[in-house]
């Protein structure tokens, strides 16, 4: 299995509403990532989990919280969320150590605020 | 800070035709990644590249890396419709990190 599944697809909530974003790999991958594109823009790193710990948080507001349960799953929970916040949040994953280090992208997950 | 830069933003270029993108980085890196995302889609994995001198080929699309001038070239041979995409290089950074380019759109026409 060689994928990164996420869910939703698609996501609308209001500012004041609590909301997850899911993400998923059986590639036994130890590290796991949360991007956030904006339209015609590159992704932009939010977090980085390594062996189940938060490794990287590059100052992202507190209304964006990630938490990594388990070496598969990775979820970004979210609350009280602004308009500008709308975007696609990608998941990734990737071996942690080795060469490559080579990030394996999931479809991502657009969300709209309201 | 590492800045990654790509060169050109938008290209336009006629079916059967031969082009380069560039990916210029400011920092030391041995890391370097290319990928294609499609309109509204994911991100999908081109090449990997991870030392000086470094080509790689799959179809009409060949990349290369140059460490000691901190470039990375993308060369489309022959374009089709089907290479019509955003590319983006992505430079590995601190282990984990990668710091994406500001993506080339590319649409090729007949």
């Known amino acids: 299995d060689t994928e990164v599944t996420q869910t939703p697809k698609h996501l609308v909530m209001g500012m004041t509403n609590k909301k997850s974003l899911k993400c998923e790999q059986h590639?036994?991958?130890?590290?796991m990532y949360w991007y956030k594109q904006k339209a015609k823009k590159p992704p932009e790193l939010m977090f980085v989990?390594?062996?189940?710990?938060?490794?990287i948080n590059e100052s992202v507001p507190s209304r964006f919280s990630p938490e990594c349960p388990n070496s598969s799953l990775l979820n970004l929970h979210l609350h009280a969320l602004q308009p500008e916040d709308s975007a696609l949040y990608l998941c990734?994953?990737?071996?942690?150590?080795?060469?490559?280090?080579?990030?394996?992208f999931g479809p991502g997950t657009r969300l709209t605020v309201t | 800070e590492l800045k990654v830069e790509q060169n050109p933003l938008f290209l336009s270029m006629q079916e059967g035709k031969n082009y380069t993108i560039y990916c210029n980085y400011s920092t030391t890196s041995d890391r370097l990644y290319w990928y294609r995302q499609d309109p509204g889609k994911s991100l999908e994995s081109l090449f990997v590249?991870?030392?000086?001198?470094a080509v790689k080929q799959e179809g009409r699309l060949m990349a290369s890396l140059d460490t000691k001038a901190r470039l990375s070239t993308l060369h489309i041979t022959a374009a089709v419709h089907d290479l019509s995409a955003t590319y983006f290089c992505?430079?590995?950074?601190?282990?984990?990190?990668?710091?994406f380019g500001t993506g080339t759109r590319l649409q090729v026409f007949p």
């Open positions: 989990y390594s062996y189940e710990k938060l490794s």
């Open positions: 590249l991870l030392s000086n001198g």
């Open positions: 992505a430079v590995g950074w601190d282990t984990d990190k990668l710091i």
């Open positions: 590639m036994g991958h130890r590290a």
């Open positions: 990734a994953s990737s071996h942690h150590g080795g060469r490559s280090y080579e990030q394996y």
